[in-house]
């Protein structure tokens, strides 16, 4: 895990200086090593965290003893050991190092981008064909390593980090048009667009190649939907099998490393399934727990948590967070995140990775991944729910019956949640069904130059998987990815998602929907495959929704620095609010109109970005 920079620049000039530059601005993301390679219109920088071959042999940039290819990697290829022996069966050897990042460069060398097919893992990198005079870029299947990049004054850049950019010169001008639909909507991390309007992130599943005259091809080498089998296995049992199998591989590969490995846990089903496999395939239950939790018993995960931690007699390394923390952590967080972010889980996270720092455990697997590839949200039973009732009635009873009991609702109130997602009125909800998002309080000129609402692609005949694929690949998933690698190279952690694995991903979205929720209960197949591995009470147990105190906070001990924000001259003066409007749905949050508190927290959010990205004169040393 590292950060990579560089530029092109047609006219030659010297660049060192500005790549160092911005370098400097990713520090933490490569503590331990750095390096710089020019070569006339272009010029690299690298900034590593030693996780493989930690010897300086591993350093990057790094060429082909020929000399024709160079590359600045960000990730990790998992399966490199695998490439590494087909590669020295093909006489593409020999190797002088044990890292991954040699095997990608002799893997392109080899095959050219072809190569992106064959790797497993998370990866954004950049590498320079002197022949070609041309730099090739590629990112994961599905953006779990960032790349941004930018024109600007004849030159290309590109940076794992915004800021990056920033501090060799690309101008930090609000993006109107996302801010619009993440204040609409509650859409972001959707498309190519960023919060400013002169950077784009290059997409999951995309490679570009940038000339020495600085043109750019972009090409998707990755398609979700290509690569979904819809098939019907013989029976639950082989398809739990199955299932199983491709966790335990994609968890067996993300254990290779040179360092320290630890998991993060909650209380739930994912990261209890994780940390079960993750011992099995170790051979060890001393593998470090870590996890973010809060005080108020009301929204604990902590009762769960020990109680797998006691079924496999580990100790947990707990991050409290208090109200006091928001305000004490938020410039960091927001330093790092760099965009508007999630809210206080988010901070929570933050935490995590930083207790992780001090035990001095530099990787950390977590479980993310499952809930939008086995419908494990309530949003998700619902469509199934839909669609279930276009079938035979006694089906449809029998698992409405299931969702009441699931969700703890009655038959009328399940009925018409069921007719909601029929007609689309739920879909700027919430996982809770609440609504997230307040447009009538913008203000009317910045409204009415608002985009249509953005279209999704729906690639599947199941309400189920496109919803599923909305979230997996556009919303829900694209944001938790950027919030956690902010997070975890924010204190120099390497975070790993071994449920993100493409083949399980691809497997899990082609099994049949009642394989994914059946007699109510959601991650169906999971629970049946997680049988004698997991404790009864952690596999049958139903979904919890996660909650945390931010709705009192915003409402309660933080009320004063809302206020503080939302009546301030600079907020009014951003000619997005109605600013009356604002105030007045405030005080009505403040009265107990708490369904949902994410839009309270775009607007502090928002304005803490302005103030910090925009407003400044120039983007200048890491806060910490």
């Not at 600045?72 to 290829?77: D, K, L, W």
């Not at 460069?105 to 064959?118: K, N, S």
């Not at 997996?472 to 120099?492: C, E, G, I, W, Y």
Request: hydrophobic fraction near 40%; include cysteine; proline fraction near 5%.
């Amino acid at each position: 895990m590292c950060g990579i920079a560089g530029i092109i620049d047609s006219e030659k000039k010297p660049l060192n200086d500005n790549v160092e530059a911005m370098m400097a601005m990713q520090c933490h993301r490569g503590p331990d090593d750095e390096g710089v390679f020019s070569d006339d219109e272009v010029t690299l920088g690298h900034v590593r965290l030693a996780v493989l071959d930690l010897s300086p042999s591993g350093a990057q940039p790094m060429s082909t003893p020929d000399g024709r290819y160079t590359i600045v990697h960000n990730g990790e290829v998992y399966n490199y050991l695998e490439l590494r022996q087909e590669l020295e069966d093909i006489g593409a050897g020999p190797f002088r190092t044990q890292t991954d990042v040699e095997v990608i460069l002799r893997a392109f060398a080899t095959w050219g981008p072809a190569c992106l097919d064959r790797f497993i893992g998370m990866f954004s990198f950049a590498i320079w064909d002197r022949v070609n005079r041309s730099l090739f870029c590629a990112r994961d299947r599905f953006g779990i390593k960032p790349f941004y990049y930018a024109e600007h004054q004849g030159r290309v850049l590109f940076a794992s980090e915004l800021k990056a950019l920033f501090r060799a010169g690309v101008p930090r001008r609000p993006n109107q048009a996302i801010i619009y639909e993440y204040l609409t909507w509650g859409y972001y991390e959707h498309s190519d667009q960023t919060f400013f309007a002169d950077v784009k992130q290059l997409l999951p599943g995309h490679s570009l190649t940038i000339k020495a005259d600085g043109a750019i091809c972009r090409r998707q080498y990755y398609t979700l939907a290509d690569h979904v089998e819809q098939s019907t296995p013989a029976g639950e049992v082989e398809a739990a099998a199955r299932l199983l199998d491709l966790m335990q591989d994609a968890i067996k590969l993300r254990l290779r490393s040179d360092v320290s490995v630890g998991i993060t846990l909650s209380g739930g089903l994912d990261s209890s399934t994780l940390l079960a496999l993750t011992n099995a395939a170790s051979g060890t239950a001393n593998v470090e727990l870590f996890s973010g939790i809060f005080e108020n018993p009301n929204y604990s995960e902590r009762p769960w948590i020990e109680a797998m931690a006691a079924e496999t007699h580990q100790a947990v390394n707990f991050s409290v967070m208090h109200e006091e923390d928001v305000w004490t952590r938020f410039d960091r967080i927001m330093w790092h995140q760099e965009e508007p972010f999630g809210g206080v889980p988010t901070m929570a996270w933050a935490a995590l990775f930083e207790t992780a720092q001090h035990r001095d455990v530099t990787v950390l697997l977590e479980g993310s991944g499952l809930d939008d590839m086995l419908g494990g949200y309530r949003k998700y039973h619902l469509a199934f729910l839909d669609e279930t009732s276009r079938g035979d009635s006694e089906t449809f009873e029998r698992e409405l019956s299931g969702y009441t009991v699931a969700w703890g609702v009655e038959r009328e109130a399940a009925l018409r949640e069921v007719q909601q997602v029929r007609v689309g009125t739920s879909l700027s909800m919430a996982l809770d069904g609440s609504r997230p998002v307040r447009p009538e309080c913008l203000a009317p000129e910045f409204a009415a130059a608002g985009s249509p609402r953005p279209v999704f692609p729906a690639p599947f005949q199941s309400r189920l998987k496109n919803m599923m694929y909305q979230e997996f690949l556009f919303t829900k998933v694209p944001r938790s990815l950027r919030f956690q690698d902010r997070n975890s190279m924010a204190f120099s952690r390497e975070a790993r998602s071994p449920f993100l694995d493409h083949r399980l991903v691809e497997y899990c979205f082609g099994l049949p929907d009642t394989l994914a929720i059946h007699n109510g209960s959601v991650k169906y197949l999971l629970r049946v495959a997680m049988k004698n591995l997991l404790p009864d009470v952690v596999r049958t147990a139903p979904k919890r929704s996660v909650q945390t105190p931010q709705r009192e906070w915003l409402a309660g001990p933080l009320r004063s620095q809302v206020e503080s924000v939302l009546q301030s001259s600079t907020f009014a003066s951003r000619g997005i609010f109605d600013v009356g409007k604002v105030q007045e749905t405030y005080q009505r949050y403040c009265a107990g109109d708490q369904a949902n508190s994410f839009y309270v927290w775009q607007w502090v959010n928002l304005e803490a970005w302005f103030r910090m990205f925009i407003d400044p004169t120039e983007v200048t040393a890491p806060i910490r």
